[in-house]
């Protein structure tokens, strides 16, 4: 019912900036929640951010202060903009979404809706 796209990833330099977008359709109720994610070969998905209708956002240690997490429109489509991006960056990234909850956290296990990723590589 809920459709996610993500988009903006590629290749940069150590230090670099990236800016993805996730466009989402379906059913809104299921989208209270949205999220990042990411997954390098040989790892556990991994919690990037997330933020819900009211603008509550939270962010995985690794990327506080680098990465920052936003919605914009009536389509509650959420960005990630990355700053400083370090080679330990590199992944796939997901967007992934949740129907309403008091609260949720960066647990893959929670999100039920999910999109074909986009990679960021970051070369040293």
């Known amino acids: 019912q809920v459709q996610l796209v993500e988009s903006g990833g590629g290749s940069v330099q150590a230090g670099g900036s990236m800016r993805l977008s996730c466009a989402a359709s379906?059913?809104?109720?299921?989208?209270?929640?949205m999220a990042w994610f990411r997954q390098a070969p040989g790892k556990e998905r991994e919690g990037v951010a997330n933020?819900?209708?009211?603008?509550?956002?939270k962010y995985a240690e690794s990327v506080k202060g680098r990465f920052t997490i936003s919605k914009d429109g009536a389509k509650n489509t959420p960005y990630l903009q990355m700053n400083s991006l370090k080679p330990e960056d590199t992944a796939m990234y997901y967007c992934?979404?949740?129907?309403?909850?008091?609260?949720?956290?960066?647990?893959?296990?929670?999100?039920?809706?999910w999109g074909q990723g986009t990679q960021v590589t970051v070369s040293s």
């Open positions: 992934a979404a949740r129907g309403p909850r008091v609260w949720l956290d960066l647990d893959a296990a929670d999100y039920n809706y």
């Open positions: 379906g059913n809104s109720f299921s989208t209270y929640w």
């Open positions: 933020i819900n209708r009211a603008g509550v956002t």
